[in-house]
C-alpha cells in the first residue's frame, strides 16, 4: 500500500505571494485558507507552506526568532489552527518548513549565546577564535556573499553563519541544541501538520575540524562569490546521516508523516540521503530536471541515471520549480511550459509543483527599487536575485489580480500579463494550461501506471523523449517533443490498439500505419 506522499503531488505555496486576505498587500495564511477550494479542485494532494514563523525577515522568514508561533504578518496561531483543520477538511495534507541550520540573530537561544562565554547555550551555535592574525578563523564563504564569520566585539569570537550575519548556525553536535530542535517538529505534528520540507537540510553538519573549503579552480570574476571554493566542508559532510536519521525518528513517532530535504547534489550523492536502511529522509528533494540542459538526450540521462542510483525500495521525486529558481516557463519558454508539467506529473515518484506553474506563469519584471531579496541587495546584477519568481498568484484580471485590494500596493509588483495570466481567465478556456493541468493531475490518480508504475525509457527521435510506465498489465507511453520541430514516433507492433489519454495541444494526435505524429512542443500519453 502506497503512502500519500508517494502517490500523490506536493504543492509549494510562498505565502507572500499567494493571497492576501487583509488587505496589506502581503498574502498570509487566511487568504490560503480561502483558496483551499482552487487547490482541491486542480488535484494536488499537499501544500507545502514556506515560512510563517516570527522573523525580522532579514531573509524572509528564513531567520526564524521563534519556531513554534506565526509571525503577524501571516496571522495567529489560531489562524495557522483554522487552516490545518480545514487543509485536512479539504482532503489535502500540511507542510511546513522547517529551518535547522541557522535561527535569526534575534532568536532569544543566539541572544543568550553570545551574552558570554560563561552562557550555558554558548555551545548551542558555532563559535571560533580568531586566526593567529586576527582574521576569521577559515575561508568558509557565506552562500549571499563573503565570509561565513562575523566577528563579536563582546565575547571575542567569530560567530559561523552560512547565510546572512542574521542566520548564525546552530551547532547541532551540541545534545541541548538537538533536543530543542527536535521539541519544535513534535509540537508541529502534534498540532496535525504532516510532514516538514528540511531548508538546506545537508548543510546542517560541518567539518568538525574547521579545515578550509579548497578553492574552486573554475572560478572567475564576475561569478557568484560564495562558489570562490568548494563546499567540502561546511555541507553534505558524512556526519550529516546523524542529523537525518535524528529527524526521521522523531518522524516516525507519528503515523504517516513525510520528511523532505532540501538537497541540491547530482543523483549519486544525493540518494545517500534516504539513509542506509532507508531511516534517512523521506524524500530528498531532487533539484537535477531544473540544472538540466532542456534536451531530450540529457533529460533521458538525467532519469536512468537517478533511477539506477536509487536505493531498493526508495520513493523518487521531481521538482521543476520553487522559490530560488527561475520559472519553468521562463527557462525552457512558454512553448514548452506544457511539455514540462507533462514531464513533471508523469515521471516515476512524488512531483512538487510551484505555484503559478499550471498558469505557465512567467518571471516577473523588477525594477532596481522593488528589489527585496536580500541575496539581489548584496550582490547585484549577478542574476541571483529571487524576486521574480516570488511574484504574486494572480486570480482575475482585476487590478492587482484578486491577489490584494485595487488600491493596495503588493509587496512585489504583479507579472505585466496578469489581466491574461490568470486563475479566472483561464478557467474559462478548455484550452488553457491551468484547464490542461487539472486533466493531467486526474489522469494520473486515476491511472496507476502513472502515480506508481515502473519507468522504462523508449527509443525515440532526436529530440524527443519517449518512456513507457507500467504497472501490472496497465501501460502507458508519453511521449514529448522537446524542440519546435514536427517529429514521428514509430509505435511497438505488439501495442494493439492505441489511445491517446492526454495531448498538451487542443486537437488529437494523428496515428497513421502504426506512426504517431507529434507537432512541434506537443506531448502525448498513450495507452494500449
Not at 102 to 116: A, D, G, I, R
Not at 159 to 183: G, I, K, T
Not at 433 to 447: D, P, Y
Request: hydrophobic share 35%.
Amino acid at each position: 500500500m502506497s503512502s500519500w506522499w508517494q502517490t500523490g503531488i506536493v504543492y509549494q505555496i510562498y505565502p507572500r505571494s499567494f493571497q492576501d486576505s487583509n488587505g496589506d498587500g502581503v498574502g498570509d495564511l487566511p487568504g490560503i485558507e480561502q483558496r483551499l477550494g482552487y487547490l482541491q479542485a486542480l488535484g494536488v494532494d499537499a501544500v507545502w507552506i514556506s515560512p510563517i514563523y516570527p522573523s525580522p525577515m532579514a531573509d524572509f522568514g528564513y531567520d526564524v526568532s521563534n519556531y513554534t508561533d506565526i509571525h503577524p504578518l501571516f496571522g495567529t496561531m489560531a489562524d495557522m489552527d483554522r487552516l490545518i483543520d480545514a487543509a485536512h477538511d479539504h482532503n489535502l495534507k500540511l507542510i511546513l518548513d522547517f529551518v535547522p541550520n541557522h535561527t535569526s540573530n534575534e532568536h532569544p537561544w543566539f541572544l543568550e549565546s553570545c551574552s558570554s562565554r560563561d552562557n550555558a547555550k554558548r555551545d548551542w551555535y558555532i563559535w571560533r577564535d580568531p586566526a593567529p592574525d586576527g582574521g576569521v578563523p577559515n575561508n568558509w564563504q557565506s552562500r549571499f556573499g563573503g565570509p561565513a564569520w562575523t566577528f563579536d566585539e563582546q565575547t571575542g569570537q567569530y560567530y559561523l553563519h552560512s547565510f546572512l550575519a542574521e542566520q548564525p548556525d546552530v551547532n547541532w553536535r551540541n545534545p541541548e541544541l538537538r533536543a530543542a530542535m527536535l521539541d519544535v517538529l513534535r509540537f508541529w505534528f502534534n498540532k496535525g501538520i504532516d510532514g516538514f520540507r528540511i531548508d538546506v537540510s545537508y548543510r546542517s553538519m560541518k567539518d568538525a575540524q574547521f579545515r578550509d573549503n579548497p578553492p574552486n579552480p573554475n572560478w572567475r570574476e564576475g561569478m557568484d562569490p560564495a562558489k570562490q571554493v568548494i563546499e567540502k566542508y561546511t555541507r553534505n559532510t558524512p556526519d550529516i546521516e546523524h542529523f537525518n536519521r535524528w529527524l526521521r525518528q522523531v518522524c516516525d513517532e507519528y503515523e504517516n508523516r513525510v520528511l523532505i530535504g532540501e538537497i541540491n547534489l547530482p543523483p549519486q550523492e544525493l540518494v545517500a540521503h534516504y539513509g542506509r536502511s532507508l531511516d534517512g529522509l523521506h524524500l530528498p528533494f531532487n533539484f537535477n530536471l531544473i540544472f538540466t540542459p532542456w534536451e531530450a538526450t540529457a533529460v533521458r540521462q538525467l532519469v536512468e541515471t537517478y533511477e539506477s542510483v536509487l536505493p531498493e525500495g526508495a520513493w523518487p521525486n521531481w521538482v521543476l520549480g520553487n522559490h530560488d529558481q527561475h520559472r519553468i516557463a521562463s527557462r525552457v519558454g512558454a512553448a514548452q511550459a506544457r511539455v514540462a508539467m507533462m514531464l513533471l506529473l508523469t515521471l516515476r515518484g512524488t512531483p512538487t509543483m510551484y505555484y503559478g506553474d499550471e498558469l505557465g506563469m512567467l518571471d516577473g519584471e523588477i525594477a532596481p527599487e522593488q528589489v527585496q531579496d536580500p541575496w539581489e541587495k548584496r550582490v547585484p546584477g549577478l542574476g541571483l536575485g529571487r524576486d521574480p519568481e516570488r511574484t504574486p498568484m494572480p486570480w482575475t484580471s482585476a487590478p492587482n489580480a484578486g491577489f490584494c485590494p485595487p488600491d493596495v500596493t503588493p509587496w512585489l509588483p504583479l507579472n505585466p500579463d496578469s489581466t491574461l495570466v490568470n486563475v479566472a481567465s483561464q478557467l474559462d478556456d478548455p484550452h488553457s494550461i491551468l484547464v490542461f493541468t487539472q486533466k493531467l493531475i486526474q489522469l494520473r490518480r486515476e491511472t496507476a501506471a502513472l502515480n506508481q508504475g515502473s519507468y522504462r525509457s523508449l527509443s525515440a527521435p532526436d529530440g524527443v523523449l519517449a518512456y513507457e510506465r507500467r504497472h501490472g498489465e496497465q501501460a502507458c507511453w508519453v511521449i514529448l517533443n522537446m524542440t519546435g520541430e514536427p517529429k514521428t514516433w514509430k509505435l511497438y507492433e505488439n501495442l494493439g490498439e492505441t489511445a491517446v489519454l492526454l495531448t498538451t495541444e487542443s486537437e488529437q494526435p494523428n496515428i497513421t500505419q502504426n506512426t504517431l505524429s507529434v507537432r512541434p512542443n506537443e506531448g502525448i500519453v498513450l495507452m494500449s
